[in-house]
């Protein structure tokens, strides 16, 4: 009786201990969750693409990807981001591509407290985005460019023409703050949403008040729209664009209408406009020519550039997180946040990286270049 007694107890401690043991992952696993259909397709399938330049590990452990569509859908993104939390017990998030879903993600990786790479340039209320890192440039770092470069031009006014929601909005905050400081005269402000497939009354109203230059706001395809809406109603002036209108689809859609526009970006999509001194020269090449090998020439961009750099900055965190916790549990992610928070410097294709408990951006300004289009194709605009 005593031998069965001890055997029971004996395969009781090895089934607490395989329980234990399932808890913790035996590889890191985080969860995708990409604009794979919908409006913001035009995004979050380049971004997806970007996890092909991925390594098999990261701080020695075995890297799973679980990769969901939100279509867009910002209920979407959030049932995706509690299914890849409770289900697959996912250490982390990246995503979503565009706004509305990013946001969406943010509010349960701040309810579960995980970890979320963010590939949108969210803007949170304060306290709201303590477990949200963002990869690209926050709004004020690229409208500080594009108003840099109005001046530099001599612009006196400008228009701007752009999306009806956060991003939008934070836009047309930020530049025209900035703009006030400048001297720069906004002459009016029209919006849209992201789902309309007009906009010839706003731009009717841009043009008529003749302004210098118009600042489009939208992404992806959305923002080639807008553009030709203006070149078709007879505009002259300067047109801009954001970062998130750094795709393919811009030039593909807009065809000739976007010839000679600024489009603000990260460095990584033209690294040859880079002097040597860069520090993420070497880094944004690397990433160019293994994305057009993989993918074709010509077919670099921005939100590939941020899954590349994704990896590059868990490749800094991971195994310091891994000094405090097991992957698969409530520790690790934790000390995945703290490890970001103080990470210090880290050199990614898009600048240099440094994130802090208060700045959960952490690119400044020379992580932002002008860039113009001509025959069809990106190139660093004149200073």
Do not use: C
Not at 163 to 187: H, P
Not at 221 to 229: C, L, Y
Request: charged content about 20%; glycine content about 8%.
């Amino acid at each position: 009786m005593k031998k069965i007694l001890k055997a029971t107890v004996l395969a009781s401690a090895m089934a607490f201990s395989g329980l234990i043991a399932q808890q913790a992952h035996a590889e890191l696993t985080i969860g995708v969750i990409m604009s794979l259909t919908g409006p913001g397709s035009g995004l979050g399938i380049p971004a997806k693409n970007g996890f092909a330049l991925w390594p098999d590990t990261i701080g020695g452990e075995k890297v799973k990807l679980i990769i969901l569509d939100d279509a867009t859908d910002p209920t979407q993104a959030s049932k995706n981001a509690r299914r890849l939390i409770a289900e697959d017990k996912v250490d982390m998030i990246i995503g979503s591509a565009a706004v509305p879903p990013t946001l969406a993600i943010a509010d349960v990786a701040l309810e579960t407290q995980t970890v979320q790479l963010a590939i949108s340039p969210i803007e949170t209320p304060e306290g709201k985005d303590a477990w949200t890192f963002r990869l690209p440039q926050s709004t004020a770092v690229m409208a500080g460019g594009v108003v840099d470069h109005m001046k530099k031009h001599g612009v006196k006014t400008f228009a701007f023409l752009g999306y009806s929601d956060s991003y939008g909005e934070n836009w047309l905050k930020e530049t025209a703050r900035l703009t006030k400081q400048a001297g720069i005269n906004m002459t009016v402000a029209e919006r849209f949403g992201r789902a309309d497939t007009s906009v010839t009354a706003q731009a009717l109203r841009v043009v008529s008040s003749n302004p210098d230059a118009v600042l489009v706001v939208a992404s992806g395809s959305g923002a080639a729209m807008p553009h030709k809406a203006l070149i078709e109603r007879g505009y002259k002036g300067k047109i801009y664009q954001t970062h998130s209108a750094a795709s393919r689809d811009l030039i593909r859609l807009g065809g000739k209408d976007v010839e000679g526009s600024f489009v603000v970006s990260g460095p990584a999509v033209v690294p040859e406009a880079l002097p040597d001194s860069n520090p993420s020269k070497k880094l944004a090449t690397d990433f160019v020519t293994r994305y057009e090998k993989q993918y074709g020439a010509g077919t670099r961009n921005l939100f590939a550039a941020h899954i590349y750099d994704a990896q590059l900055v868990l490749q800094r965190v991971v195994p310091e997180a891994l000094k405090k916790a097991k992957p698969g549990t409530p520790a690790f992610r934790a000390a995945l946040k703290d490890a970001l928070e103080n990470s210090g410097n880290i050199q990614i294709s898009q600048g240099t990286m440094h994130y802090t408990a208060k700045d959960h951006f952490g690119l400044g300004d020379d992580a932002r270049i002008m860039l113009t289009i001509q025959n069809g194709n990106w190139k660093a605009a004149a200073p």
